[in-house]
Nanobody, 121 residues
Framework: QVQLVESGGGLVQAGGSLRLSCAASGSIFSINAMGWYRQAPGKERELVAV???????NYADSVTGRFTISRDSAKNTVYLQMNSLKPEDTAVYYC???????????????WGQGTQVTVSS
């Protein structure tokens, strides 16, 4: 059983900062990538940032320069440092992991439960 445990969401004023954390646990053989997605009411889920097992990163244009994704491979944990937050960043943020379980050949994608981030104006 794979579990992605998220924390760090909350309410902040525009211009403020939040740091999200997501720890993957379970019978994990390897993790190819972990990332963050977000979904605002009435909008589709979109990629925010992703980091691969090799350490390469990718960001949505809307957050580049403001958000930073990082990882602690030993803890199977990914972080999202969010600075200069804007009201349009308000959304439910979901942790994502592309990983391989023990005794499995192919990788599968798993999701966290989501954490609310609200940025007031």
């Amino acid at each position: 059983q794979v579990q992605l445990v998220e924390s760090g969401g909350g309410l902040v004023q525009a211009g403020g900062s939040l740091r999200l954390s997501c720890a993957a646990s379970g019978s994990i053989f390897s993790i190819n990538a972990m990332g963050w997605y977000r979904q605002a009411p009435g909008k589709e889920r979109e990629l925010v940032a992703v980091i691969t097992s090799g350490g390469s990163t990718n960001y949505a244009d809307s957050v580049t320069g403001r958000f930073t994704i990082s990882r602690d491979s030993a803890k199977n944990t990914v972080y999202l440092q969010m600075n200069s937050l804007k009201p349009e960043d308000t959304a439910v943020y979901y942790c994502n992991a592309d990983l391989r379980l023990n005794r499995q050949i192919r990788r599968n994608v798993y999701w966290g439960q989501g954490t609310q981030v609200t940025v007031s104006s």
